[in-house]
Every structure is written in C-alpha cells, then in structure tokens.
C-alpha cells in the first residue's frame, strides 16, 4: 500500500529486465509510475551512474509540475 523499491535479482538471462519493463509498463498505464532507469552491461550510457541522475531529473520534471520548477531551479 505504500510506495516503495521493487529490487529484483537472479542470474543472468532470467528474465529480470522482462518482469522490471513488464510492471513499470503496467505502473504508467495506471498513471503510477514516476521514473524508471534501467541498467544494461551492454548500452554505455546504461552501464554507470553518469546518466541515472539526469534521467530521473528529467523524468521527474515530466510528471511533475512541482519537481520541474525544483530541477530548473538546480540546473
């Protein structure tokens, strides 16, 4: 009932990423996802923090006014 972390792990090729873009497709359907950032060994700019914080700025500008005029404010 409350907002949380969903952490999921297993080993390689278990289908983590499938069930993690699965449930955030289902959350922003419902109009209840705020941000996702997904990391991938394969993709450079999935593979660190560099671009985390950005993306979740960004994403959190989109759904909300209140953090927009915040993340404009930092920037």
Known sequence: PEP????LSGES???KSSVAHTFADSLHSKGKLAVTFF????????RN?????VTIG???G????RAREVV???I
């Open 58 to 60: 960004y994403q959190l």
């Open 49 to 53: 923090l560099n671009r985390f914080f």
């Open 4 to 7: 949380g972390i969903l952490w």
């Open 72 to 74: 404009i404010k930092a």
């Open 13 to 15: 090729g278990s289908g």
């Open 39 to 46: 990391f991938s060994r394969k993709d450079i700019d999935r």
């Open 62 to 65: 989109l759904a909300h006014p």
